[in-house]
């Protein structure tokens, strides 16, 4: 993937968005999604309208224009009072415009006449921020021509606060707002369909205020990209505050001063820069700068720390971070630092959209059909490295009861070593590993084979026997086929030692799996919750080389076949082992009593 970039996660901005929405609607307010921040991207703006918000609204005519063609079917509000000489295009491309100056409205006016268009129109009023807007005192007389004009039509009123000055939307401000609306429905015998009460700012208003008044509607970028509230830089509950993430790569790792060496005079920039010494540390370069991105606005997820910024690079103090030459840096992005990296045409823009259940489910059939072709041509060197039984280990793990009579927990030495790191790892986290299966005899594979069979056809009497060996199929291998039968394989899930419970996967109770298509690992359709406790499942195994079953988050390959083929391998070097050479090799039986759940 191309770098410098920026990951966009659609579905976390719908998230987001949805979230937001409902929050306010709890209370009547409506919410317009306000574009700018994205640079009016048409894929974010689709996902927008389709999490069910009506208005889009973005400060330029250039974006709305881009929707537009790019086909987003919305209601279309200019945010930025109108150019004087862009009128006829607000006319043409925009649905309605938030306004503050009245010779701008005369000309909306000409122009919607001359088009035969009616324009909507929404009135700021200047409430202390000292930005846009109609002062109180002046507007009873902007509203009476205003309504005198044809080809124009009074929507509603709004105010923004906080952008320039950082005045708070606070009770008292909405209030006014609100009586400003009163006062002007009654003078003029008419009905103002929108009030708008502000932007992301609002957020601590509305959470802390017992009566709303009239405001029925609020403009939201930040809070939706983001998930922050801008007052405080707090982040919102239950919003995301990374659906987008910046990526950039390293190009160069040395250790150096945190001072320079020689006479200082103005950097890049004209700025006397400054330095703290902290000896001799590890710096990194990033291959971005400022020419792409507002650097101040930029948090790092590693712990490293961000030294200074230049045209094209950033210079970061890696401190203990394992970076390397090529390796990727990622942050979190504030407002400003979004806006600009949307903006770079230096910056790839990655969108991850969301794949339908149905969609995701076919593309990984269609892989695991390819994969079971390839590992059928695969090569085998076995490199005839013995099984270990687990439970002779003094790794902290629980056992999941087997079939088999007298199991063993067999795996070959090596993933023997990787269950003890991974245990390990758990231990810190007040968790234990669960083997729930891993080398199986051919006899074994059997047993499970006929067990399932049975079950299925209870469960589906009226199926045929075809039927019912395709069903089993699609989680069973049959005897030969499975990779369990090389000691290369392992079955596991996570017990929570607090909780007194097996973590939530979103298809098990406990240890027992409903086998369904929510099995398949990285399933849209599961909970946050299970997401979570798979992703860190997949990733102690990934960390150790192994690979996870297409179809089964809980099976990792390591070694076989399956696991060659993933990991584009010349040949695998666990092949099969059969109960027979068990049975000459293996090794004492416990001298202590596992753990079994
Ligand atoms: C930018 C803008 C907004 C959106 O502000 P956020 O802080 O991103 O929610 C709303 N209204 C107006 C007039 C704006 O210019």
Known sequence: MPTPRIDINLSKIVHNAKGLSSLFRSKG?????????????????????????????????????????AGVKATFLLIRTPMISQTESVVLDTDMSLNSELSVIKKLSEFAILHSKIHKIIVMVELGDLREGILPSQLENTIEKILSLRGVELTGIGTNLACFSGVKPTAEKMDILSAIANSIEKKFNIKLSIISGGNSANYNW????????RINNLRLGESIFLGYEPLTGRPIPKLYQDAFML?????????KSSVPDGEIGLDAFGNKPKFKDQGMIRRAILAIGVQDVMVAGLTPKLDIEILGAGGDHIIINAKKAELNVGDEVSFT????????????????KNIKTPISARDYCAVLEEKDRLHKKKAAMMTIKDDLSPLMSLQDSDFNLIFEKSIQKNYRYLVRKEIYEKIGRISKLLDNQGKKLIIRSVWRSFEHQQKLWVQKASF?????????????NELVSRFIAPKKQSTHSTGGAVDALIYDLRKKCVLDFGTNDGLKIDLNEKCYPKHPGISEEARKNRKLLMKLFENEDF?????????????????????????????IIEESYVQSTVLQYPDKTPFYL
Not at 553 to 572: L, M, R, S, T
Request: proline content about 2%.
């Open 456 to 468: 299925m056809k209870k469960k589906h009497p009226k199926k045929t026997t075809e039927e019912i």
């Open 333 to 348: 992005l504030k407002y400003g630092a979004l806006v600009t990296a949307m903006n770079s045409s230096y910056i790839f």
């Open 206 to 213: 509305f959470n802390t205020t017992k009566d709303i008044g």
């Open 29 to 69: 307010i409506d919410i317009i999604a306000v574009t700018k921040g994205v640079c009016a991207d048409p894929h974010i703006a689709n996902i927008l309208v389709k999490s069910g918000i009506k208005i889009l609204a973005d400060s330029r005519i250039s974006n709305i224009r881009k929707m537009r063609l």
């Open 247 to 255: 990526t950039a790569e390293v190009i160069e790792l040395k250790n």
């Open 547 to 575: 690979v996870c079953d297409h179809k089964e988050y809980w099976h990792f390959d390591y070694g076989n076949i399956g696991w060659a083929v993933e990991k584009n391998k010349k040949y695998a070097h666990y092949g």
